[in-house]
């Protein structure tokens, strides 16, 4: 069984539109994550939810919106999409959101903006 | 500010050679540290971690690191490289506020050679 998976893997689309990245874990995690990692494998964090309630929320476009449904879902909107949010997108889950959680990963999405 | 500095890029050893990935830290609390590992075309994954304790924290696939607070280092080291080690390794270091935020290194990049 695939403890965090996201879809789609891969996402190509035209600037300008808006697209969902899907997130599920099944570790039983209370915290989740979004990471974006750019073409030089640079691992920026973007948000984090604690049991769906919003705790870090770095400094990231308005564009991009967090929701947390449940706290085994955790999905990433972005609309009006831009050539510079081209990257591949991570999601991560911890036990809970204490310092030293091990974080563990999907296999991330690919985004490219056309 | 906290943060992390991998040296190197990218590191190219033989295989059966010693592996030493360098990585150092600035915090301004005792430091929580991480190395994780991604192969192409996935996410990452943890080999090990420190954050109280013993200095030589060993983790998976044989890698170990020790944490010298008067070096302000946590290398990465494996007695003898393996063709399925090459990869990507990134250290971490987790954040000193409540949450479970962490900063990543840039990355190094290991190729191992036959």
């Known amino acids: 069984d695939t403890a965090v998976s996201q879809t789609p893997k891969y996402l190509v689309t035209q600037m300008g539109n808006d697209k969902s990245i899907k997130c599920e874990q099944n570790l039983g995690h209370d915290t989740m994550y979004w990471y974006k990692q750019d073409s030089k494998k640079f691992l920026k964090i973007m948000f984090s939810y604690n049991n769906k309630e919003l705790i870090i929320n770095e400094t990231v476009p308005n564009r991009f919106s967090p929701k947390s449904p449940d706290k085994a879902h955790l999905n990433l909107h972005i609309n009006s999409l831009e050539l510079g949010d081209s990257a591949v997108y991570f999601c991560a889950s911890s036990q809970e959101s204490r310092r030293g959680d091990t974080q563990y990963f999907g296999p991330g999405t690919r985004l490219t903006v056309l | 500010a906290q943060s992390v500095t991998q040296l190197g890029s990218h590191v190219s050893v033989s295989e059966g050679a010693l592996v030493l990935l360098r990585c150092n830290y600035s915090?301004?609390?005792?430091?929580?540290l991480f190395w994780y590992v991604q192969y192409p075309n996935q996410g990452l994954q943890l080999l090990l971690k420190y954050t109280t304790g013993a200095t030589l924290v060993k983790g998976i696939n044989g890698f170990e690191a020790e944490f010298k607070k008067s070096e302000t280092s946590f290398h990465l080291t494996k007695p003898s490289a393996h063709m399925s080690d090459a990869a990507e390794y990134f250290c971490a270091l987790g954040d000193s506020g409540g949450y479970q935020k962490v900063t990543f290194g840039t990355g190094t990049k290991l190729q191992v050679i036959p």
């Open positions: 915090s301004s609390v005792p430091p929580y």
